[in-house]
């Protein structure tokens, strides 16, 4: 079955940074877009950032945009996202799913905890 496997979320201060990863398995990862989401406590899921099934083109969310890179490794089923000048609302957990605008699958991993403190 579809399953992803986030990790690499911590604690850290504002100006700081921090590399999540996502382990997939259960679908053809290299035919498929991927994209990363979080959602903060008490608010909904929102798309983060996206990347093409190569790795041609990406988009990121305007309240990202310029402070992290997603990136893949199609050989390892693995998806990134760099997060650099974090800010206290960048807090949330982190989740990835297959998909460039919408989650192509139902299924959700645990997400990573992210949380920036002053």
């Known amino acids: 079955q579809v399953q992803f496997v986030e990790s690499g979320g911590a604690w850290v201060q504002p100006g700081g940074s921090m590399r999540l990863s996502c382990e997939a398995s259960?679908?053809?990862?290299?035919?498929?877009?991927m994209s990363w989401w979080r959602q903060a406590p008490g608010k909904e899921r929102d798309l983060v950032a996206s990347?093409?099934?190569?790795?041609?083109?990406?988009h990121y969310a305007d309240f990202v945009e310029g402070r992290f890179t997603i990136s893949r490794d199609n050989a390892k089923k693995m998806v990134y996202l760099q997060m650099n000048s974090l800010k206290p609302e960048d807090t949330a957990v982190y989740y990835c799913n297959a998909g460039f605008s919408t989650n192509r699958f139902d299924a959700w991993g645990q997400g990573t905890q992210v949380t920036v403190f002053s």
């Open positions: 259960g679908f053809t990862f290299w035919a498929y877009d």
């Open positions: 990347i093409r099934m190569d790795g041609s083109a990406t």
